[in-house]
């Protein structure tokens, strides 16, 4: 559990619950699960916020270096 805490920043206990909660929701996951979970968080992440992610390929790296 989360240490006791007196005198500390806000945000730095909203993050350590944060912490210790997504610690609790994946501890049991096996790499496969975890795998998939990061990538349905993800695509929701992204869709939330409308962001589309292209694909880069390496020629067009090497042409815009």
């Known amino acids: 559990m989360l240490p ?5 920043d806000r ?5 350590w ?5 997504v610690y609790r929701e994946v501890k049991e996951l096996s790499d496969a699960e975890y795998r ?3 990538r349905l968080d ?7 916020h409308k962001i589309s992610l292209g694909l880069v390929r390496r020629k ?3 042409d815009a270096a």
């Open 4 to 8: 006791k805490m007196n005198n500390h």
């Open 11 to 15: 945000s730095l206990v909203e993050t």
């Open 17 to 21: 619950e944060w912490k210790d909660r």
């Open 36 to 38: 998939e979970k990061l």
């Open 42 to 48: 993800s695509d929701s992440l992204l869709s939330a």
């Open 60 to 62: 067009v790296l090497k």
